[in-house]
């Protein structure tokens, strides 16, 4: 057995289990777990903030299905990563986060940056309500066995981050270790549905007159994009995403009808509330998604029966009764469900098929709706105007990125995506900031697609800094800012709920407002415009998207649009002040 110190045994581990980048910032707290990479096959990311490694591990592990690993010093660097933990434990995204933790032998002395008052080296309480797990490293002949559990716990079932605490003298101490081989603490496959749960949920399907599909976040995870469309054609039955299962099936094709909720389309919503049998995979029923639970908007269960399909028992039922609950992957169960069908019933047929041409008629009816707010060349222009300049100069396998806010509540509505793994956006956190350094990470995982990030002036100032990683590793990623001066989804609900004499604290002020431009320049991006008039924006983010390296391109749009910009076709319940 080779004898490594705690850095080393780390990095051979990552290599053994394939992860490509480890991402962090350095302090006297991780020097000896980072020293270990100088000699490593696994290349060390330098984002500018701790929150901004953990925003990039994310969009790489959505973009491409594989963890990432992330370190940080002891104190202020691991509470830095707090934010982008929840946001992807919330969306369930898999990633290992390791931070520097007080020598053993001086736990509970309060040494620099310890949080010690209620137990000794206390920061992983902080992190065990956004975590999977939560492990702490009392010796290095222990961190093997910690390592595997660690991305055990992250890949399996229902993914999602996991925290190591080293201390530092465990990062330094040696010891003659065997490292675990990946493969070998694995589960080979995928859990599948209850074969008497399954065939429930067929016959309810194959006697519904009108059935719909709602695939989930975990249909992504599971990779089950075949799977759900093979179903939806057996069926002929509309495809209502969530919108962390955009891209599950392309948006052109004609099952695919928009989403349910409050942003949601007008077919989806429609055809959701009116459906008789709603086969649900892998996905919650959050409250923007159904409309806040209010009858007859987003969904009506009862009376549709549903059956719910997911791999976190919890999920199943927690917001709708169930006629059917099934545990079980995603991927397996939905082709159990398929294949049951097909010995059942024969494919259902399009013609002289009334559902079928209720769906076309009712998505017609939306894409007119979205059509005139694209083909609008108002000045200043809308978001819905630039989102059609980059869905014009975005190819088919192009990926697009946004964070919380107005950008977002037009991107997954509106904005078509044609293939998995091609929208990347936090979901049930809502991270404003999140889509500067995730599209960093996309682009790591899909180094031969152009990545585009969706920002509004108020989110990219979150996390701006991370323009500087974007350039400093050479990754070619574009930054669209859709420029409204403030944070005007929050401004807007402060006018709708209490009028324009409340406003407070949500508007920029123009003599302060940030000069873009000047930002590009002083982090040495290389390609970086302001646009005006919305008929020169094709162009614009044509040449950003060509350019070789970090681009930045600054939409004005128009700062007081209703609604958020969005198209607003169902409910969301935010309770208002009483007096």
Same mark, same amino acid.
């Given at each position: 057995?080779?004898?490594?110190?705690?850095?080393?045994?780390?990095?051979?581990?990552?290599?053994?289990?394939?992860?490509?980048?480890?991402?962090?910032?350095?302090?006297?707290?991780?020097?000896?777990?980072?020293?270990?990479?100088?000699?490593?096959?696994?290349?060390?990311?330098?984002?500018?903030?701790?929150?901004?490694?953990?925003?990039?591990?994310?969009?790489?592990?959505?973009?491409?299905?594989?963890?990432?690993?992330?370190?940080?010093?002891?104190?202020?660097?691991?509470?830095?990563?707090?934010?982008?933990?929840?946001?992807?434990?919330?969306?369930?995204?898999?990633?290992?986060?390791?931070?520097?933790?007080?020598?053993?032998?001086?736990?509970?002395?309060?040494?620099?940056?310890?949080?010690?008052?209620?137990?000794?080296?206390?920061?992983?309480?902080?992190?065990?309500?956004?975590?999977?797990?939560?492990?702490?490293?009392?010796?290095?002949?222990?961190?093997?066995?910690?390592?595997?559990?660690?991305?055990?716990?992250?890949?399996?079932?229902?993914?999602?981050?996991?925290?190591?605490?080293?201390?530092?003298?465990?990062?330094?101490?040696?010891?003659?270790?065997?490292?675990?081989?990946?493969?070998?603490?694995?589960?080979?496959?995928?859990?599948?549905?209850?074969?008497?749960?399954?065939?429930?949920?067929?016959?309810?399907?194959?006697?519904?007159?009108? /059935? *719909?599909? @709602?695939?989930?976040? +975990?249909?992504?995870?599971?990779?089950?994009?075949?799977?759900?469309? &093979? =179903?939806? %054609?057996?069926?002929?039955?509309?495809?209502?995403?969530?919108?962390?299962?955009?891209?599950?099936?392309?948006?052109?094709?004609?099952?695919?009808?928009?989403?349910?909720?409050?942003?949601?389309?007008?077919?989806?919503?429609?055809?959701?509330?009116?459906?008789?049998?709603?086969?649900?995979?892998?996905?919650?029923?959050?409250?923007?998604?159904?409309?806040?639970?209010?009858?007859?908007?987003?969904?009506?269960?009862?009376?549709?029966?549903?059956?719910?399909?997911?791999?976190?028992?919890?999920?199943?039922?927690?917001?709708? /009764? *169930?006629? @059917?609950?099934?545990? +079980?992957?995603?991927?397996?169960?939905?082709?159990?469900?398929?294949? &049951? =069908?097909? %010995?059942?019933?024969?494919?259902?047929?399009?013609?002289?098929?009334?559902?079928?041409?209720?769906?076309?008629?009712?998505?017609?009816?939306?894409?007119?709706?979205?059509?005139?707010?694209?083909?609008?060349?108002?000045?200043?222009?809308?978001?819905?105007?630039?989102?059609?300049?980059?869905?014009?100069?975005?190819?088919?396998?192009?990926?697009?990125?946004?964070?919380?806010?107005?950008?977002?509540?037009?991107?997954?509505?509106?904005?078509?995506?044609?293939?998995?793994?091609?929208?990347?956006?936090?979901?049930?956190?809502?991270?404003?900031?999140?889509?500067?350094?995730?599209?960093?990470?996309?682009?790591?995982?899909?180094?031969?697609?152009?990545?585009?990030?969706?920002?509004?002036?108020?989110?990219?100032?979150?996390?701006?800094?991370?323009?500087?990683?974007?350039?400093?590793?050479?990754?070619?990623?574009?930054?669209?800012?859709?420029?409204?001066?403030?944070?005007?989804?929050?401004?807007?609900?402060?006018?709708?709920?209490?009028?324009?004499?409340?406003?407070?604290?949500?508007?920029?002020?123009?003599?302060?407002?940030?000069?873009?431009?000047?930002?590009?320049?002083?982090?040495?991006?290389?390609?970086?415009?302001?646009?005006?008039?919305?008929?020169?924006?094709?162009?614009?983010?044509?040449?950003?998207?060509?350019?070789?390296?970090?681009?930045?391109?600054?939409?004005?749009?128009?700062?007081?649009?209703?609604?958020?910009?969005?198209?607003?076709?169902?409910?969301?319940?935010?309770?208002?002040?009483?007096?």
């Amino acid at each position: 057995m080779p004898r490594l110190n705690g850095g080393e045994i780390i990095a051979k581990y990552l290599e053994k289990e394939g992860v490509e980048y480890l991402v962090g910032i350095p302090g006297h707290g991780s020097t000896n777990l980072l020293d270990a990479f100088n000699d490593s096959d696994v290349e060390v990311i330098q984002p500018r903030h701790e929150e901004g490694a953990t925003h990039l591990a994310d969009g790489y592990a959505r973009a491409s299905g594989e963890p990432l690993a992330v370190f940080t010093s002891i104190g202020p660097g691991a509470t830095n990563t707090v934010t982008g933990a929840a946001t992807a434990y919330v969306d369930s995204i898999p990633m290992v986060i390791f931070t520097g933790a007080p020598q053993t032998h001086e736990y509970g002395q309060g040494i620099l940056q310890e949080i010690e008052r209620q137990k000794p080296g206390d920061f992983p309480s902080v992190m065990e309500p956004v975590t999977k797990q939560s492990f702490e490293v009392s010796d290095v002949e222990r961190l093997p066995r910690i390592l595997r559990r660690a991305f055990q716990v992250a890949l399996s079932g229902r993914p999602g981050p996991v925290h190591v605490d080293v201390p530092m003298d465990v990062q330094g101490a040696a010891a003659d270790v065997e490292l675990p081989e990946p493969t070998q603490t694995r589960p080979h496959s995928r859990p599948g549905g209850d074969p008497r749960t399954v065939s429930d949920a067929a016959e309810l399907l194959e006697d519904a007159e009108r /059935p *719909v599909i @709602v695939p989930g976040g +975990g249909t992504m995870l599971a990779e089950a994009w075949d799977e759900v469309q &093979e =179903l939806a %054609e057996h069926l002929q039955a509309p495809v209502i995403p969530t919108f962390q299962a955009k891209g599950i099936i392309p948006e052109d094709h004609d099952l695919f009808v928009g989403y349910a909720g409050w942003i949601g389309s007008s077919a989806g919503n429609e055809l959701a509330s009116n459906a008789d049998v709603i086969l649900s995979v892998g996905c919650r029923f959050t409250d923007m998604h159904t409309s806040s639970f209010e009858e007859g908007v987003s969904f009506e269960i009862p009376p549709s029966k549903l059956i719910h399909v997911d791999i976190d028992p919890e999920e199943i039922g927690k917001n709708y /009764p *169930v006629e @059917v609950g099934i545990q +079980g992957d995603a991927k397996v169960v939905t082709r159990q469900i398929t294949e &049951e =069908l097909q %010995e059942r019933m024969d494919p259902v047929s399009r013609e002289d098929n009334e559902y079928y041409q209720e769906m076309q008629d009712l998505w017609e009816e939306w894409e007119g709706m979205v059509a005139e707010r694209w083909e609008d060349d108002s000045v200043p222009m809308s978001i819905s105007r630039a989102l059609a300049s980059l869905r014009n100069v975005l190819p088919r396998d192009g990926v697009i990125v946004s964070s919380a806010g107005q950008p977002q509540e037009t991107v997954n509505p509106e904005f078509p995506v044609y293939e998995p793994r091609t929208n990347i956006s936090c979901g049930g956190f809502s991270t404003m900031g999140f889509g500067v350094s995730a599209a960093i990470g996309a682009k790591l995982a899909k180094p031969d697609s152009p990545v585009v990030d969706v920002e509004g002036d108020g989110s990219f100032m979150m996390c701006n800094q991370e323009v500087a990683c974007a350039v400093e590793h050479d990754v070619d990623v574009t930054y669209l800012i859709v420029n409204n001066h403030g944070w005007k989804s929050i401004r807007n609900l402060q006018v709708d709920k209490y009028g324009w004499d409340r406003v407070l604290n949500t508007e920029f002020n123009e003599e302060t407002d940030i000069d873009f431009m000047s930002m590009a320049d002083g982090f040495s991006v290389e390609f970086a415009e302001r646009v005006v008039k919305p008929e020169k924006l094709d162009e614009v983010l044509e040449a950003a998207i060509a350019h070789d390296g970090p681009a930045i391109v600054e939409a004005v749009v128009e700062p007081d649009n209703p609604d958020s910009g969005a198209i607003v076709t169902g409910e969301w319940d935010l309770a208002d002040l009483e007096t």
